[in-house]
C-alpha cells in the first residue's frame, strides 16, 4: 500500500495503540503511470504544518502527463489528503473513545455475512491495486502482509479501514478530476466489493452513533459530501466549523493552511483590472489598529493592538507645504528642449524653473529617482522590448546620488538655490525592497526573504545573468521573458561559495511581483537597523522624505503577506507553507518598525517631515498611532474622480467626529506616479479646477503630479528618461491656475489647521442635504475663508449654517461633538451693526452682508454644475450711518465689482442734485449773454452761487469718495474757462444777424443747435467740469468718470429745464457714447478749427467700433447690412457739434486773436463743418444706409 503522506499529525494521548498514521491512498498502476517515487511523499512528525512544496511538486508530476482541461492544483490535492487524514482520525478516535475493537468485529460480521473467501477475495485484490509501502518494495507479499499486524493492530483491520476511506474517496463528487488516484472500479468489478461496502455500511448502522447529531459513522462522514458537493475547500470550512469538539488544534491549523493554499493557487488564475471599490473608513477598533481593511481571520482580538494616540507635531515650515513632484530625468528632458540647451545634471536646473515655482506658491519639490539605481532593471526592461528604458526609479541599487544627475556635488547645489527660494526637497525611500542587482544583494544576502528550494517546481532559471558583479549571478525566472508567468522569487547563485538561493521579489499581494527586486526580511532586527540607518542618512540630505509602500511594513500586514498566521494566508503564492503563530511573530518582529523609524527620527533630526504611502484603511493608524507627519490619502483622488460624494463627505466626517487631528495628515492629489495623469481622470474644466480648490484649500498636504498644471498626457513610467509624448504645455491651463489656484496656494496657512475647520451640509429649500456640494470654512489669525463647490453636473441652490459634528474633546476617549453656526465659526460679530466685506476668488466679485445676518441665515448660493465659491478677504465694517445696511439691503447678496465703490456710488448719489443745479446756472448764463446787446459780464451773484455749489459738490465728492478736492479753486477755473467761452457767444449771435450768411448759418443752427442753452450747459459739463474736477483725483478717478457721466444727472436736468421729449431722449441715449465721442475728438484735437477735415477715414473706423454700430441700429437684412438714418444724423450732429465748441473754445483761449478775426475764423470753421455734414449726410443717401458701402465711400 502506497503511503501519500500529503499531512501528519500525533495520535491522541489517550490512544493506546502508538503513533499510527493513516494515508490516502494512491492505485498502484497510477504510481507508475506518474512515476511517483515512494521517497516523494515524506513525514515528520514534529512538524505541524504541511510541506506544501511535496504537494506541489506530487501536483507537478501529474499535470505534466495531462492535458491541459484535466490540470489539477496543490490546493485541492492537499485538501483531498487532509480529509482523507482526518477521516482516519476520526475513525481512531470513534474506535479509541466510543466503539472499542469496531474494526475487529466489523470483519467478523463481513465474514459471517460474505464468507470467509469473498471477503479474503476482496482484501487481496484491493491491496494489489493499493500496495503498502512494504508490498510496493517487495520486502513482503500480500499474503505475509494479510498474516501481520502494524503496532498492537492486525493489518486486517488496518486494511478494511483503507478500503472503506478509498470508498468514501470515491464518493466524494468534489473529488472528480482526482477520481484516477482511487478509482474504485476496476476493485468493483473483480470482487465484490460493492456489496462489502453495504454489508460495513449495514454493521455500522448498528453501532453507537458520533457526533453532535448522533448519527452513523457512514452518515456522519458523508455529511461534508452532502452539504459541498462541488468543493473540497467549503468541505474542509464545514468540517473545520461543525467537528471541532473531535479535531485537534494541530487539525484546525492544517484546515486554515490548506485554505490559505487554496487562496493562494485562486489569486494565481485571477486577474485583476482597474481599481477596487472605494471604501469610507470606520474609526473603529480594527480599522483603527492597523487592520484596515484586510481580514485576519476570526477571532482575533483587536483591543489586543490598542495603542493611545501619538501624533507627531508638526515643525514652523510643515503645514505650508505644497508639494510638486517632478521624474528627474524626464523633467530634464523637458527642460532641455524648453531652454535649448542641454540639462542633465541637477546643478543644471536653470534658476527660472525654481523661481516660477516658488512664485506659483510651491514649497516642496519631490525629485522622483535621484538615486543610483540597479542596472539590473534596465537589462530586464530593455530585453522586454524598450530599447530606451532607464532602471526603474524604485529598484535601488544604493542610496546615494546618481552619477548620471551629478552626484553628491550636484545634488547641494540644487539644495542651496531651492532652500534660498523656500524649496524644500523631497525624495523617496524604499524600506521594503532593493533592487534585485545591489550593493545589500553583494554584501548582505541574509537580509532577504528566501528559500534554499525553489518554491514550484515549475520555475525554470536559464535566462541572461543579470549581475554585473562576478561574484554572483542573478536570473529572473524563465516565465517572465516569454510572458507567460510571473514567479515570486529569483535565483541567485554565489560564484564564491555554490550556494543557490531563491529570493522572493518585492510584492504588496495585489498584484504581480516587481520583478527587479528583491524583498527585504523585516524579520531580523539587524535588518531593520540596517534600514534606519538609510533612512537616518536620506534625512541628512532632504527634509522631505516620502516612503514607498509603506502599509506593507506594518506588523499586521508584514505578517500577512509573508509570514501568515493560519488562515490569513494566501496573498503572495507559496508563502502559505511559511506560517507562524502570531506569538512567534511578534517575538520576531516586536515594535512597529515604522514607530522606530519616527521615534528616531524625532530625536535626531525633528525637522525632517515623514510622509507615508499607505493605503488599505491604514491612513489614521500611520498618522495616530505610528505618528507620521503625513499619509496619503487616494480617496480623495478616486472618490472625486467617481463623484462618490457622499462617500467623501462621510470620510471628512468621520474623520472630524474621530479625531480632527487626523485629516490635516491627509496628502491629498489629483494624480500618482502610477496613476493616469490628471487631465485624464478629471479633464481641464471646471471640475479639474473645482477639485484643485478642494485640494489647496482642505486641511492637509496638497501634492501636485508631473505635467499636471502643464496639462500633459502622457503618465511616465519610471523607468522613463525622457516624454514620448510631444506636448506642449497647456497655456489656458497654466494661466487658469495663475487665477484661481495659485492665490489659494500662496495662503495654506489659512487652510491647512484643522482647528478652526469646519464642515457643513448644503442644504436645499425642501430641507434636503445635498450630497454632491462640499462646503467648510476655515480662520486662521484673524482671516477667514469659505469654500463651497459642487462636484456634479446638477444645479443646486441652497444654504450653509449649522457645521456637521467635530470632536472638541481633548482626548478620543471623552468625546465632546460640538456643531457651530456659521457666524460662530468665522469669529463675527452677531450684531446689525457690524458688516463684513468679502470676496470670491474665482468671480472676483465682492459681497457684504451683516453679523446678523450670518448667524440666523447661514450664507445662501447657488452653484452650477461643478461651479464653486471661495470667499475670502473678510473686511469687518462698523456701519455708523446705515450706508452698509443700504448697501447691502439693495444688492440682497449679489456680488459687485467693489463694494467700497458702491458705497462711493451711494453717497455721490446726493451730489447729482447739486450739478443739476450747475447745469442751470450754466443755462442761464448763456441766456444772459444771448440778450446781452454789449459786452457781456457775467452776474455776480451767479458767480457766487456757482462757487458754493461748486464748494459743496466738492465736499460731497470728498466724503464719498475719500477724494482731495478744492472746490474753490475748480470753480475759479471754470470760471476763467468761462468767461471766454460767453464772449464767443457774442460772436455767434452776430454771425446769425448778419445778412450774407443768414440763409445757410440758419440752416446749420438747425442742425448744430449752434446757439442753444442746452449744448452750452451740456459742453461745460461734459468737457470743462469734468476736466477740472477729475485733474486733481488720483484714487477712485474712473468711479468718478463714471459719475459725471452718469445719465441720472442729466436727465434731472432735462427735466427741470423741460426739454421738449424727442431731444431728452436724444441726449440721453447720447450720454452712453458720449466717452467715445470724446476720445475721437481728442485726436482730432490739434486740428486747427478752419482746416480741412481730412481725418474721415479716422471718422470711419470710429463708426465700426461695436459701441458705436449699436446706436445707429447696424443690422443684417435679406444679407445686406443697413444702418439708422435717424440715428446717424444723431450721431454726426453731436460729433460736429462737440467738436466746432471744442475748437470755438481753443480759438477763444488765444488771447492774442482779436474779435474780427475770431468772426472771420468761426463763419470759416461753422462754414466747412456744415458743408462736411451736408458731404456725408449725401454720401449715406447714396449708399441707400447700406453700412459697408458707406465705409468704402467714406474712405475714398
Known sequence: MIKLLICNHKINENFKRGNLTYNFQVRSDIRKKYDLHENLFQLNGNVILADFNLVRNFTFKLNQKRTADNQIRAGQVNALGLIDEIYHFVLRYYEENYNPNVFLKALNYLYDKIGEQELQKTI????????????????????NYIEGKTGSRSNLEITLEELMLVHFSNYNPANKKLRELFDDKELAERTPYDKVINELEKYFQTQIGFGEENQFIFDFLRKPFFEHPASLEDQLKFIKNRWKIVLTPDFLKKILSSEDLLKEEEKLFQIGFGPGETQVPIFDEKYLFGFGDKDFGDGINYKVYLEPERFTPDTDWMPRVVLMAKNIFVWLNQLSKKYGWHIHRLENIPDEELDQLADWGFTALWLIGVWERSNASKKIKQISGNPEAMPSAYSIYDYQIANELGGEEAFQNLNHRCRLRGIHLASDMVPNHM???????????????????????NYSFTGVDLSDDPAVQLRIEDGYWSRKDAAVVFQLIDNRSGEVRYIYHGNDGTSMPWNDTAQLNLLKSEVREALIQMIMHVARKFTIIRFDAAMTLTQKHYQRLWFPPPGSGGDIPSRAGNTISGEEFYKLYPKEFW?????????????????????????????????????????????????????????ITNTLEFNPEILKRYVNFMSNPDEETAVKQFGDGDKYFGIAVMMVTLPGLPMFGHGQLEGYYEKYGMEYNKAYYDESPNHYLISRHQEEIFPLMRKRYLFSQVSDFEFYDFKTPNGNVAENVFAYTNFFGGERAIVVYNNSYETYSGSINYSTGKNYGESEGEKQILSKNLGEALSFKNSEKHFYVYKDLITKHEFIRSGKDFY????????????????IDFLEMYDRNGELDAVAKELNGAGVISIQKELIKKGLNNVKHEFVKVLSSFSSIFDAAMKSKK????????????????????????????????????????FAEIRPYTESLIVMKKLKTSKKTIKWFKKAQKEFLLLD???????????????????????????????FRNSDIVNLWLSEIKLNPELKQDSLQLMKILPLIENMLEKLKDE?????????????????????????????????????????????????????HRSIYNSIQDKKSKRIDQERLLYKAIKKLYDHYSRIIDLAKISDYRFNVFLEKLRI
Open 1088 to 1140: 486747427p478749427v478752419e482746416s480741412e477735415i481730412n481725418t474721415w477715414n479716422e471718422f470711419a473706423e470710429f463708426i465700426v467700433n461695436p459701441e458705436i454700430q449699436n446706436f445707429i441700429h447696424v443690422n443684417e437684412f435679406e444679407g445686406e447690412i443697413f444702418f439708422s438714418m435717424e440715428q446717424f444724423e444723431l450721431l454726426l450732429r453731436t460729433f460736429l457739434n462737440q467738436y466746432l
Open 595 to 651: 514607530r522606530e523609524v519616527v521615534d528616531r527620527i524625532n530625536s535626531e533630526m525633528p525637522n525632517t517631515l515623514l510622509l507615508a504611502e499607505a493605503f488599505w484603511l491604514l491612513e489614521g493608524y500611520f498618522v495616530r498611532t505610528l505618528g507620521m507627519h503625513r499619509v496619503y490619502n487616494s480617496a480623495f483622488m478616486n472618490m472625486l474622480k467617481k463623484e462618490e460624494n457622499a462617500k467623501y463627505r462621510d470620510l
Open 856 to 871: 440666523e441665515y447661514g450664507l445662501s448660493l447657488t452653484l452650477r454644475g461643478y461651479g464653486y465659491f471661495v470667499f
Open 124 to 143: 487481496k485484490v484491493f491491496l494489489e491495486e493499493f500496495q503498502p509501502i512494504e508490498v510496493m518494495k517487495g520486502i513482503i507479499s500480500v499474503e
Open 935 to 974: 459786452d457781456f459780464e457775467i452776474d455776480p451773484n451767479k458767480i457766487l452761487e456757482l462757487k458754493e455749489h461748486f464748494q459743496k459738490i466738492g465736499d460731497m465728492i470728498n466724503r464719498a469718495a475719500g477724494t482731495k478736492l478744492n472746490g474753490e479753486l475748480i470753480a475759479k477755473n471754470i
Open 435 to 457: 533592487g534585485i542587482f545591489s550593493r545589500w544583494i553583494l554584501e548582505h544576502q541574509d537580509f532577504f526573504i528566501q528559500s534554499h528550494s525553489s518554491p514550484f517546481p
Open 1013 to 1043: 442753452s442746452f449744448w452750452f450747459s451740456h459742453f461745460m459739463h461734459s468737457h470743462s467740469i469734468e476736466k477740472n474736477f477729475m485733474g486733481s483725483v488720483d484714487e477712485n478717478k474712473e468711479l468718478l468718470i463714471d459719475f
